[in-house]
Structure formats: structure tokens, C-alpha cells
């Protein structure tokens, strides 16, 4: 039985798949119903119990007509050569990426889908190395960009692939210690080899010519033989500082992918995800307020559910919507001073996809109508003394008409969450835009 389970999954993943991971395991059937996998080190056992136990499970169930344990285990018993090289290079790769920045726990929003999609398409052998190459992503900080590199990486791994990641830094340091040594030779093969190179922070590499000409030679190098580079900075190639002509032009010729700031929905999406994955029990109400007030960074949103979870394992209780509101005013700045209406005109029209000039109008539309209570309602609470300014862009002649719309606006946030989250998220916005500037 034990074979026709193992020639299954050989079939199920791949033979690559299957060299890297399962050839270096003692593989044991045992009475019970159980099939223990001895894996060398604590590296092999966690990536194969969280990517294949559940699917060897379900194959040995169909194999067998009933349920089979899979149970994977550590053992320290001297294994061969050929298998303690293999090893060596597999160990190597998968202890330098994170295991738990994996295409399969990322979300995609439209602010990232096509950074997304032009990674997972390099997992296709027909493309790597020649469809897209290089792969360029940039963004603010915090919004994914290492997470999609490292997922390419563990994809790239699964399909046989030698993966080098480094961040520029990583790269700069490997070139220094390889001078150092004299095995200068050794660092060029190393590199110049591999089937795909990820450098993280790229904008960093700007420090000296012969660095930035090493990597330009290696670069050429893996291009050339048709491997694959994906890296990542802060801001598009046009616009690194310290790096030569040459290397933005190459960077120019392939995909430059960038990732915007998640929309509420994208965000509410990730809080579900990872509320899940530390079996916190979070509302509706306090995801949409988690949404709705941390702005623009994705770590942000990990560190409330980080908090989350701490608190409620310490005080041992569930947490209250008020104790997260008041954590959440750790993350964001309520200083309202200096914002004026154009701020607001600016975020509304933005995010809602409606020109100012059409909020300004007299437009019946529906979603003119919306858009024109929002930058009311958030005008009359973000900016003293603003009924003038109010009644002169929307050219009403009394006070009455504004006060009209505010208690419209004030009624469909009670009776629509949706819309409630949506006045915060854009009031959050506003604020944390403007304080930017001082």
C-alpha cells in the first residue's frame, strides 16, 4: 500500500517536487493505520507537514478506503551522501525564506493583483525566465512587496529551481566578505548559477561602482542563460538614487509591477485571514473599524491582530470593541489641524472615482449625490468654522440646505455599515495624507 501512495503523490506533485523533499525521508508504514516521515531536521519536517501532510493524507485515504495517520517526526540517523548533499542545497534555500510568506496566504486585492500575477505566471516553465524578466515591484513600505518575493521563491523551489534571495544589503555583504577572502570566484559562481535571483530593497545597492558593476555583470549573466530576477524597492527604477544608467535600463526592460495602497475591501479581506490563522474571533463591526482606521501599511494591520491575539491569550477573555479602539489610537494620528476642503476633494474624488468638479455640481446622480454628502459630512467634522467655505463650493445660499445633508449622511451611517466604514476609511485618509506633509 505504502507505494501506491507514494507513486500517487509522485504524480500529484511532480517528480522535481517529489526529489527534493521525499527522496531525503525515511518513509516507515506502521500498524494502526499510521505512515511515519522521518525528515532529517526541523527545516524539511515544517515545510512538508504544512504543504503536503493534508493532500498525503487524503491520498492514502482513497488508496486505502479509510483514514491513515501521517505523522512526521525529526530524527538525527546518519542518512547517505548523495541524500546529505541534497540536503545541504534544499536546507539552504528554505531556511533564508520565510515560511509563512507563501502565494497561498497572501491576499489579492486590486492594488496588488498584477504584481501577483506577474510572479505566479514565472511558475509556469514556459515563461520562467523569458516571459517577464526582470520582474520589478515597488511600493511604500509594508504593502507586500517581500512577501510576493519570497512566495516566488518557495514556488520556484517546488519545481526544482536553484533560488538565491538576498536583500541588497545581503548582496553587498556577500561581495565584501568574498573580496576579504580571495574566493571572489566562488561568489560570482554561486550567483551567476542560480536559476532565479530575488534582491530585495534593490535601492540600496547604490553605494559603490564596483558593486553595481559585479552585479551588472551577473545579472547579464543569469539573463542571458534564461533564469529569472525579481526585486523589489520603494520607488520605480526611474527614480533610484545612486544607481547607474546602465542598470535602470535593464531594470526598464522587463515588467515594473507596482503595489498601491489596499482598499478597504483588500484590508478587511487580510484582517479575516489572519484573525484566522490565529484563531481570533473578530466581528464584523471590529474588522470594519480595524479597515477603517489603520491607514496604509499592511503591518499595521498585523500588529492590531498581533495585539489581539496577546491580549486575549494574557488576560485570558475576549477583547472588547472599546479596548481595540483604544489600541488603534496607538497607530493613528487624530491631529486634525491644517486640513482644509480641497484635502478632502481630493481623497473623495480619488477613492470614489468621481471628478471634483462633478462632486461640486448640482448633478442628481446617485453616486454624485453620495459622494457630494461625504465631503460635507467630513468637512463639518474635520475643519473648524467650515459652513462657509461649504455653502461657497456647493454655491448654497443658507445653512439649512447643509445641515439637510449632514443628517442625511448622520442616517445612512447608522442604518448602513458599509457606508459607515466607508466615511471612516475616507476620514482616516484624509487625516493621515495631510499630516504627511508637516
Known amino acids: 500500500m505504502l507505494n501506491k501512495i507514494l507513486e500517487s503523490l509522485k504524480t500529484e506533485i511532480g517528480e522535481n517536487q517529489y526529489k527534493n523533499y521525499f527522496d ?20 524539511i519536517a ?4 504544512t504543504k503536503y501532510q493534508n493532500l498525503l493524507e487524503k491520498i492514502a485515504e482513497k488508496i486505502n478506503g479509510k483514514k491513515i495517520k501521517i505523522i512526521i517526526s525529526v530524527n538525527n540517523e546518519k542518512i547517505n551522501k548523495t541524500k546529505e548533499n541534497k540536503l545541504v542545497q534544499v536546507k539552504q534555500q528554505i531556511s533564508v525564506l520565510n515560511q509563512s510568506l507563501t502565494f497561498d496566504n497572501f491576499i489579492v486585492g486590486e492594488s496588488n493583483e498584477f504584481a501577483y500575477k506577474v510572479c505566479k505566471s514565472i511558475t509556469d516553465e514556459n515563461k520562467f525566465g523569458t516571459l517577464f524578466n526582470p520582474i520589478f515591484i515597488y511600493s511604500n513600505t509594508g504593502l507586500g512587496k517581500t512577501h510576493l518575493l519570497q512566495a516566488s521563491g518557495h514556488e520556484c523551489l ?82 533610484l538614487n545612486g544607481i547607474e544608467d546602465r542598470l535602470k535600463s535593464r531594470f526598464n526592460k522587463g515588467i515594473i509591477a507596482n503595489i498601491s495602497v489596499p482598499d478597504i475591501e483588500t484590508k478587511k479581506a487580510i484582517i479575516k ?73 481630493d481623497v473623495v474624488s480619488q477613492e470614489l472615482g468621481i471628478k471634483i468638479n ?53 442616517e445612512m451611517i447608522c442604518s448602513d455599515d458599509d457606508f459607515r466604514t466607508l466615511v471612516e476609511h475616507l476620514k482616516n485618509k484624509i487625516i493621515n495624507s495631510k499630516n504627511k506633509d508637516y
Open 24 to 43: 531525503i525521508l525515511q518513509i516507515n508504514e506502521n500498524k494502526n493505520n499510521e505512515i511515519t516521515l522521518n525528515a532529517p531536521n526541523q527545516f
Open 46 to 49: 515544517r515545510h512538508i507537514q
Open 158 to 239: 517546488e519545481i526544482g529551481k536553484k533560488v538565491i534571495y538576498k536583500t541588497s544589503k545581503g548582496f553587498m555583504k556577500d561581495y565584501q566578505n568574498a573580496i576579504l577572502a580571495n574566493k571572489f570566484d566562488s561568489f560570482n559562481s554561486e550567483y551567476k548559477d542560480c536559476d532565479l535571483l530575488l534582491i530585495d530593497d534593490i535601492q540600496f545597492l547604490g553605494t559603490t561602482d564596483k558593486i553595481q558593476e559585479e552585479f551588472f555583470h551577473i545579472f547579464n549573466d543569469i539573463v542571458e542563460r534564461k533564469g529569472q530576477i525579481i526585486m523589489t524597492s520603494d520607488v520605480a527604477p526611474k527614480n
Open 273 to 345: 485571514k489572519k484573525s484566522l490563522v490565529y484563531e481570533i474571533d473578530l466581528n464584523d463591526e471590529m474588522i470594519n473599524t480595524i479597515a477603517s482606521y489603520i491607514g496604509e501599511n499592511v503591518r499595521d494591520l498585523e500588529g492590531i491582530i498581533n495585539y489581539i491575539y496577546a491580549f486575549q491569550n494574557i488576560r485570558n477573555q475576549k477583547i472588547s470593541l472599546e479596548d481595540l479602539k483604544n489600541q488603534i489610537k496607538e497607530y493613528i494620528n487624530e491631529n486634525k489641524s491644517n486640513i482644509e476642503i480641497e484635502d478632502i476633494f
Open 358 to 410: 462633478e462632486i461640486k455640481s448640482s448633478s442628481k446622480k446617485q453616486e454624485i449625490v453620495k459622494a457630494k454628502r461625504i465631503v460635507i459630512f467630513l468637512a463639518k467634522e474635520l475643519i473648524s468654522n467650515s459652513v462657509s467655505e461649504i455653502a461657497t463650493n456647493f454655491q448654497m445660499k443658507d445653512h439649512s440646505a447643509i445641515s439637510k445633508h449632514i443628517k442625511k449622511t448622520n
